[in-house]
């Protein structure tokens, strides 16, 4: 394939581990978010319905501002860190030096086309990397609008955007990249791996899940009905980090549902079909699955739904079957479930029945509460009194585990991930000790042992 070999030729040059080329790709990628923030806004207003603020909040700064994160702390990340070397390796001195790992592939998702694709080509190109990005065929004006701009504002010969669906997916899964970033479900996730597989191509899954939210009674309800509420229905739902269901007791049910209610007309009014600050769904197919969720529950709040716009109004359900598909699949839309766990072993004993979450997310002012939670509930992400926050520290590694995904980027992580960590030791030239050369004797062998 000839983008894939073109980058190749590039990476065998060299330039993109030059410091100063590193540098003026990030702060070209921040200049691009500022300059075309405008261009942006509009593009993610037709595929997603995103108000200006949620675009900016959520995309355009937030990559704007992984790549100036990058760029003022890549010195100090690519510097070889010392490692004390042992008596019996000595006279030596040892490092650990990253290196570029070369050609990477970055698939991104639909539900935030512009962060999930830029941010991990920020971070590729931190690390000194050649980077194809392709964006998910289901954001097309984003798409479109990515690769003009890559085209416009970076480095083409070690840069480039592809865009498409299966089809150029699959040929570009050919190709013998050096890293996959892949983020999106996890059955296509499968395919991805089968193909890194053959290739020995290491791979980093982004990938979603039933994320969910415990409220104990303690709580501020008011703030947790609020914070809720924001996770759960920005972008209309479609976020693989917002509160998938939430699990509480009958009577913390009974005071937060009220207190749901109330914010979602403070954030969106009496109808939210109306409201600028609400989304709308990707797709028509997204929306035919997400409308039918609504059935599997008694609808307390929203239910309203208008197939010409993709609109499904902030709903949430109660007396949920378990075994209904609402509670079965990840919802990644603006339903949600609120499930009876009389307390907090039953809440964790129903979030260990389910795969691994993305994110988990517990609202208590008590503190044993709080360590139970983190130390008994596996999750790639926790927050404790808020949704989706870790998002905004660009230290914290974002990343699965078991069915919600593998490795793990943002802010150095993300330099780690996409750069192979070179293990080197200098040998001093004198003295050559001969005691572990052959021939091997008695003498040698308990020296050795003793110096060990
Ligand atoms: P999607 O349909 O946009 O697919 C993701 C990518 O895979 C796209 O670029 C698409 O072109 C490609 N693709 C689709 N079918 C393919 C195939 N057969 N072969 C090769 N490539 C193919 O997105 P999606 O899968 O609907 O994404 C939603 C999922 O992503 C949810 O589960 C959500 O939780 C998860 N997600 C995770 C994160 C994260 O950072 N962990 C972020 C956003 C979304």
């Known amino acids: 394939m000839k983008t894939f070999d073109d980058l190749v030729s590039t990476f065998h040059s060299d330039r993109t581990k030059d410091l100063q080329w590193r540098f003026e790709q990030l702060a070209a990628i921040e200049r691009m978010m500022s300059e075309r923030e405008s261009d942006f806004t509009d593009a993610l207003q037709q595929d997603l319905g995103k108000h200006a603020l949620e675009a900016w909040l959520t995309e355009i700064s937030y990559v704007a501002e992984e790549a100036a994160y990058c760029r003022k702390n890549l010195r100090r990340w690519m510097k070889a860190k010392r490692i004390s070397t042992p ?243 990840e919802i990644f839309g603006p339903v949600l479930p609120i499930i009876r766990a009389d307390d907090l072993d039953e809440a964790i004993q129903f979030i260990r029945a389910k795969d691994r979450p993305l994110a988990a997310y517990i609202f208590t002012k008590n503190k044993d509460a709080e360590s139970r939670f983190l130390d008994q509930v596996s999750c790639g992400n926790a927050g404790v009194n808020d949704t989706m926050m870790f998002m905004a520290v660009h230290e914290l590694p974002f990343g699965g585990v078991g069915a919600s995904g593998m490795g793990a980027y943002s802010g150095e992580h993300g330099f780690r991930t996409f750069s192979h960590m070179k293990a080197v030791i200098k040998r001093g030239w004198w003295p050559d000790l001969a005691v572990r050369y052959a021939p091997y004797t008695d003498k040698k062998f308990a020296f050795l042992r003793k110096i060990r």
């Open 87 to 329: 008596i019996v390796a000595m006279p030596a001195s040892s490092w650990v030096q990253p290196e570029p790992l070369g050609v990477v592939l970055i698939i991104g998702a639909w539900n935030y086309p512009l962060q999930l694709t830029m941010a991990g080509a920020a971070a590729a190109i931190a690390a000194g990397n050649c980077v194809i990005i392709k964006p998910s065929e289901l954001a097309p004006a984003t798409s479109a609008l990515i690769a003009k701009c890559v085209a416009e504002y970076l480095d083409t010969a070690a840069v480039r955007v592809v865009e498409g669906g299966v089809a150029e997916t699959t040929e570009l899964l050919a190709q013998p990249f050096d890293h996959i970033l892949y983020t999106g479900g996890g059955n296509v996730a499968r395919i991805v791996m089968s193909a890194a597989a053959k290739n020995l191509t290491p791979v980093t899954l982004e990938l979603g899940g039933k994320s969910p939210c415990v409220v104990l009674p303690d709580a501020d309800l008011e703030v947790t009905a609020r914070r809720i509420v924001w996770g759960k229905y920005t972008n209309a739902g479609q976020t693989c980090i917002a509160p998938d269901y939430v699990l509480t007791d009958v009577d913390t049910e009974a005071r937060l549902l009220p207190l749901i209610e109330k914010s979602i007309a403070e954030m969106f009014g009496e109808d939210p079909e109306s409201s600028d600050s609400y989304g709308r769904i990707i797709n028509d197919r997204h929306f035919e699955r997400i409308s039918k969720f609504i059935g599997d529950g008694h609808v307390v709040i929203g239910g309203k739904t208008n197939s010409s716009s993709r609109y499904i109004a902030p709903t949430v359900l109660t007396d949920v079957a378990l075994d209904s598909p609402v509670m079965q699949e």
